[in-house]
C-alpha cells in the first residue's frame, strides 16, 4: 500500500513524525508537502493528494493540518475521497469498517504524537466491512454524480 502525505503548515511536524513512522512500518509513501512552517494554503496541498489517489497513483491518504478540519473538508470535495477526521482510535477503526475512508485526516495541533501513531496503525490495518455499508457508499458516490452532472446541464 503506498500513501499520500499531506499538510499545511499548522501540521507540517505531525507529518514529518508520520512519515518516520512509516518507514519504521515498511508502508511506502510519497509526500506532497508542503515542507516547512511558512504558512500556507491547505486546499492547495489537499487537492494534489487527493488527485494521486484518484488516479490510482496512491493507495490511500494520510492528511494533516492544525485542526484536520480544513483539510478534510478540502479532500472531501474530490470525488472519490471519503476523508475521515479521527481524533481518536475508535473513529479511526470505524472509519475503515463502515466508512471505507482513503483518506485519514488529523490535527497537528490537536494530537501527541504516540496518539497519532496509534490512529495510524489501526487505520492502516483494519479492512472494509462490505455488506451494507457498500450499499451507503454508493450513495454517497450517487451524490457526487448528482451534483457533477447538474453543473453539466
Ligand atoms: C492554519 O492556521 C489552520 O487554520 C489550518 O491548519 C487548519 O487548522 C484549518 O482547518
Redesign the pocket.
Known amino acids: 500500500m503506498k500513501i499520500a502525505l499531506a499538510s499545511?503548515?499548522?501540521?507540517f511536524r505531525l507529518k514529518e513524525v508520520i512519515k518516520n513512522y512509516l518507514e519504521s512500518l515498511g508502508v511506502e509513501y510519497i509526500d506532497f508537502g508542503t515542507f516547512s512552517e511558512d504558512s500556507v494554503d491547505?486546499p492547495d496541498y489537499a487537492l494534489k493528494a487527493a488527485e494521486s489517489i484518484i488516479s490510482g497513483e496512491t493507495d490511500r491518504g494520510i492528511f494533516i493540518?492544525?485542526?484536520g478540519?480544513?483539510?478534510s473538508i478540502a479532500a472531501n470535495k474530490v470525488p472519490g475521497i471519503r476523508a475521515a477526521l479521527c481524533y481518536n482510535i475508535f473513529a479511526a477503526e470505524m472509519s475503515r469498517r463502515h466508512n471505507d475512508a482513503n483518506v485519514l485526516a488529523l490535527g497537528g495541533r490537536v494530537l501527541g504524537d504516540e496518539l497519532a501513531k496509534s490512529i495510524v496503525k489501526v487505520w492502516l490495518e483494519t479492512p472494509f466491512e462490505g455488506g451494507r455499508h457498500e450499499r451507503r457508499l454508493k450513495k454517497i458516490a450517487g451524490i457526487e454524480r448528482k451534483f457533477i452532472s447538474d453543473r453539466e446541464k
Open positions: 499545511d503548515h499548522g501540521g491547505y493540518c492544525g485542526t478540519i480544513g483539510i
